[in-house]
């Protein structure tokens, strides 16, 4: 009931944050001297797969390019940071300047809705309806599907969080988690889901802040050495990026200006948001210059990085043309999940005017809109709930679970719906059933209560 695979996706934006390596691309930027080497595409000599996706010449032009890299230049390939609010050549700027891999995009830098926090359950604190499954089975299934489909499209997605954070009950953003769990029983179940993603070729699988004694007591996954070799054991050979490092699980337990060098020394190829990409930076190159990180070590995860990114520039090279909003595929997808855990499977839920609480006021608004564009007025009759992840059930008529199902478990209202989603899409899709102008074609992938998974109108 445990195993979780959640899902980071690279070079698009998700719910759980998009990391973007590569944006930066290998090598100096245009106004160093250095040399990147040849493209890929340029080698006509037939190419050896290397088992992850990119091939031989992939890897020799990434060495080429590490090659003729200064060590700052390294440091930065190394590093994929956060950056505060919308200015985002700004931080372009810190990127060129710094030589970085990429950046991870979040809620604050698309003017997107926050997303809930996002496995074992109602005790989970953290993972909530970020998983695909409570089924270490279905999340295998179906974690490799899904995965498949992005790589086809081009966008790297990457297991998280090594080796499991749904079957832990601390979060991870504010303390260290333990997972007591013999590796026999992690093999059997949380790593199930991983095994599946390394098995279908995902390219990045992210370790969790989470100590596993039965490999490294007390030491977090993403700075351990013996949680990196297990993951390579799997037979992973693509590059694994570190959780955030400004989550408390780190920062309370290694200065700022060790955890990018520790990590890296244990088996990190990708440092993910460093609580200072200056002070990481910084210390990268002063690691190396001492010798408490080998520049062997450096050139190693470099040039794993570097090739990973020219293999996505080979097999999915630019088109020239802004990506779509994705506004239909999100509706299609809310239109498929919404379930109606309790309450009429045909018709109307609601008559011609609600009210409304709970939640966001962006999520209030949203609801709103889509009231306006469903026909539904607001001020007067039934009162609908929104409940966010963790949420109190508080009265309602009609609560509806915007992120994980678990908070209807306790509500006394009539009618429950699970939204599993906050976008304007999900919202139009509410209202639609609400109304009676659509039916709820979802079902529940866990149990809420008395409700079983597979339960709804679908």
């Known amino acids: ?270 440092v993910l948001m460093p609580a200072s990409v200056e002070t990481a930076h910084a210390a990268i190159v002063s690691a190396v210059r001492s010798g408490s990180l080998p520049a062997a070590r450096l050139d190693e995860v470099a040039q794993r990085v570097a090739t990973m990114q020219l293999w996505r520039a080979r097999s999915h090279p630019p088109e020239g043309r802004a990506s779509g909003s994705g506004a239909a595929l999100s509706e299609k997808v809310s239109q498929e999940a919404i379930t109606v855990v309790a309450g009429p499977c045909r018709g109307p839920i609601v008559p011609a005017s609600v009210r409304v609480s709970g939640g966001t006021e962006q999520d209030r608004a949203r609801f709103a809109a889509a009231a306006k564009e469903a026909g539904v007025g607001i001020g007067n009759g039934p009162l609908v709930t929104l409940i966010g992840y963790g949420g109190s059930p508080a009265a309602a008529d009609v609560a509806v679970a915007l992120d994980a199902p678990w908070p209807l478990e306790k509500s006394a209202a009539p009618a429950k719906i699970a939204l599993y989603g906050r976008s304007q899409e999900a919202f139009d899709v509410l209202l639609a059933v609400l109304a009676g102008r659509a039916t709820a074609l979802g079902k529940l992938p866990v149990a809420v209560g008395p409700h079983g998974p597979g339960s709804g109108c679908g």
């Open 1 to 270: 009931m445990a195993a979780t695979l959640a899902l980071l996706t690279g070079l698009a934006a998700g719910s759980a944050g998009c990391s973007v390596p590569g944006s930066s691309g290998p090598g100096p930027t245009p106004d160093q001297s250095s040399t990147a080497g040849p493209t890929p595409a340029s080698d006509p000599r037939p190419a050896k797969p290397l088992g992850w996706g990119p091939d031989q010449n992939d890897a020799e032009a990434a060495g080429k390019a590490v090659a003729g890299m200064s060590l700052e230049q390294k440091a930065g390939q190394v590093l994929l940071p956060f950056f505060a609010g919308l200015d985002a050549e700004a931080h372009a700027g810190i990127a060129e300047r710094l030589h970085l891999a990429g950046s991870i995009v979040l809620g604050d830098n698309v003017r997107a809705t926050p997303y809930g926090q996002v496995t074992m359950g109602p005790a989970d604190p953290t993972i909530g309806s970020r998983s695909i499954s409570g089924s270490a089975d279905t999340a295998a299934e179906f974690g490799a599907a899904f995965s498949r489909g992005m790589l086809d499209s081009g966008v790297l997605p990457a297991a998280k969080h090594f080796p499991g954070h749904g079957s832990v009950t601390v979060n991870s953003h504010e303390g260290l988690p333990v997972q007591s769990a013999s590796l026999e029983q992690l093999r059997a179940k949380d790593l199930k889901p991983f095994q599946a993603a390394i098995d279908a070729g995902l390219p990045m699988v992210m370790t969790g802040h989470i100590a596993v004694p039965a490999l490294q007591p007390g030491v977090p996954a993403s700075v351990s050495k013996a949680a990196y070799a297990e993951l390579r054991r799997m037979g992973f050979k693509g590059v694994a990026v570190t959780d955030a490092m400004n989550m408390g699980a780190i920062e309370r337990q290694f200065p700022d200006d060790a955890a990018a060098p520790l990590a890296l020394a244990a088996g990190a190829d990708l």
